[in-house]
């Protein structure tokens, strides 16, 4: 009875078990915890109120935002966090650091458009008519073509003086582009719901409106033009335009992903990483016939590129290879649904320039040459996607990587929105590190083809630390890609400028999120599997069951970590010495 008791403890704080035990996981706590009932209702309200105050940027939105954020933090913090098992303090410790991030994020909002305000005298009387039209309330339309007719002066006067400015910092132009937006946003929901309904509206309108949007799109284009000359730029010639965040901030973030290494630790990780993949690429060099050239051995491999048209049967010939070895080796539970769903589109020319390899998740997205492309960016795309170099990846953006994560996302622990790249990123490069440990390459070619990328991960994390450090500019980055690893020019620039040009949704710690996640589950997996604790399917399973978090967390629910209120980071997962 003892027994039963412990076993129902463990199971409960979201311990696997080994063998049959795992088995019989308690099927509640595959969906649940004791903070999941918080944590949905919060997200539903946070859906209700993005819905509803839709204008991004605006006042309205954000004092809602603050308050719902406020509301929630006070409320989970009246939970009994010394009664909750691990899997719930997890939740718990993550939810709380969401909320507060999220309002730290709502007051950097609220400073930056109050330093804005008088480059936005229109704004307020915008949100006021949007607000009105929620409820469908009549406008005077002869007084709102005036009042529009006003703004639109006040607009193209802000314009012109904006065009002398050159002092303004990124983060106030990336909030002007926001708030621009915004106003377009709610200018556009006026115009849709009431021209051709309200004849008043009709009559009056067509042009006022017409007027201002187009003069609030210029407006746009004039901040836009800002990012080139703003304090702190790092435009160099090669066209990029970064902004790096300096030391203090990447730390904070760093703390915030539950990361305890400093900048430097990281580099010297990432150093360590490189000298046992150069001494790999010799390896491979020598055995393809050319000594210790390992850039020829590269040469002959980026050559083994298909004919356009060719890619995709290309890349379905190893995915079906790579999925035939994870089931060979019994690695990973693989839903038959998994396997059948996943879909193939074609990567447009415009989202190559950011992306120049192919991408992955439900949706495969194949980059390989258009016939509107130059020949010399033909042929850098058709080599950067060489079947060599697609094979150390394919896993990586199939099974078991982005789309057996998404797929698993969607079915357990719904309620978990951790989203950290070192969950998503790091599990699938983690796989690229099990399978050349399990000698998936055949050949000294795909030997190169694996190096290739895992020196491109190790680069990612020195190239992005130095430029946030001030210490290299977007070219020395590209130089850098090019030089130490042997990318294609064109390929590399694509990297860099995903990197570091706002506005693409890449945070800073992205690019580094690859290796060091992916070294975080590594450090994992020796702990749980090598120790013979649990077998690699019982791991892999567990991972996903648990849904996407910092990787220190998983770790704690795996392996029952006692856990404080006040949890600060401190999983030192990669020896330095």
């Known amino acids: 009875m003892k027994a039963l008791h412990v076993c129902c403890l463990l199971l409960a704080a979201g311990c696997y078990l080994p063998g049959k035990a795992q088995q019989k996981e308690n099927v509640l706590y595959q969906q649940t915890s004791e903070v999941n009932n918080i944590m949905v209702q919060y997200n539903a309200d946070k859906g209700s109120i993005g819905r509803f105050y839709f204008v991004g940027n605006s006042p309205e939105r954000r004092q809602q935002l603050q308050k719902l954020n406020t509301t929630y933090l006070q409320q989970l913090e009246q939970t009994n966090f010394d009664a909750l098992p691990t899997g719930a303090r997890v939740d718990y410790i993550l939810f709380h650091k969401q909320l507060q991030s999220q309002l730290h994020d709502l007051q950097q909002e609220e400073t930056e458009y109050g330093r804005l305000h008088d480059w936005f005298p229109f704004a307020d009387k915008i949100y006021a008519v949007e607000k009105v039209r929620r409820r469908g309330t009549e406008q005077n339309a002869q007084q709102l073509a005036a009042d529009f007719h006003g703004m639109t002066a006040d607009v193209r006067q802000k314009t012109k003086q904006l065009r002398d400015k050159k002092d303004i910092n990124i983060d ?22 009431y021209n051709g309904y309200d004849p008043q509206y009709t009559w009056w309108m067509a042009a006022p409106y017409e007027e201002l949007d187009s003069a609030l799109s210029l407006y746009a284009g004039a901040w836009k033009s800002q990012e080139k000359v703003a304090p702190g730029s790092k435009e160099d010639g090669s066209g990029i335009v970064g902004f790096p965040i300096g030391r203090d901030e990447l730390v904070r973030q760093l703390q915030d992903e539950l990361i305890p290494y400093t900048p430097e630790e990281l580099i010297q990780i990432a150093n360590k990483e490189f000298a046992w993949c150069d001494a790999e690429m010799l390896k491979a060099s020598r055995e393809m016939g050319f000594g ?91 080599r950067g996607n060489n079947p060599h170099f697609s094979r150390a990846t394919v896993h990586h953006e199939l099974i078991a990587g982005h789309h057996l994560q998404q797929f698993m996302n969607r079915r357990y622990r719904t309620y978990r929105n951790f989203n950290t790249p070192f969950w998503t990123e790091g599990w699938s490069l983690y796989w690229e590190l099990l399978l050349w440990d ?12 694996m190096l290739f990328w895992r020196m491109h991960r190790c680069a990612r994390i020195i190239f992005s630390l130095n430029f946030h450090l001030g210490k290299w500019t977007p070219q020395q980055c590209i130089d850098f890609l090019v030089d130490r690893v042997g990318h294609e020019k064109a390929n590399a620039a694509g990297e860099v400028r995903r990197s570091f040009v706002p506005g693409l949704g890449y945070s800073p710690l992205y690019q580094l999120a690859y290796m060091i996640g992916g070294l975080q589950f590594y450090a994992l997996k020796k702990e749980l599997v090598e120790s013979g604790k649990m077998t690699y399917k019982q791991y892999h399973d567990a991972v996903l069951h648990e849904n996407n978090m910092p990787v220190e967390m998983v770790r704690a629910i795996l392996t029952n970590q006692p856990l404080s209120k006040d949890f600060k980071t401190n999983w030192r997962f990669y020896p330095l010495k």
């Not at 582009?177 to 709610?186: F, H, R, S, T």
């Not at 390459?441 to 190169?448: C, I």
């Open 438 to 449: 399990m000698q998936f390459p055949q050949s000294p070619e795909d030997r190169v083809g």
């Open 292 to 382: 210790d050239d390992w850039k020829k051995a590269l040469e002959k491999v980026k050559n083994t590129y298909v004919p356009a048209g060719k890619q995709p049967e290309a890349i379905m010939k190893l995915y079906n290879e790579s999925v035939a070895f994870l089931h060979q080796h019994d690695l990973v539970t693989i839903p038959p649904l998994a396997e059948e769903s996943w879909r193939m589109i074609m990567m447009t020319p415009e989202r190559q320039l950011v992306n120049p390899f192919f991408t992955g998740g439900e949706t495969l997205s194949i980059s390989y040459p258009t016939d509107d492309m130059s020949e010399d960016d033909k042929l850098m795309s058709m």
């Open 172 to 193: 106030l132009i990336l909030r002007a582009e926001g708030i621009v937006k915004g106003l377009k946003d709610a200018l556009h929901s006026i115009h849709q719901f």
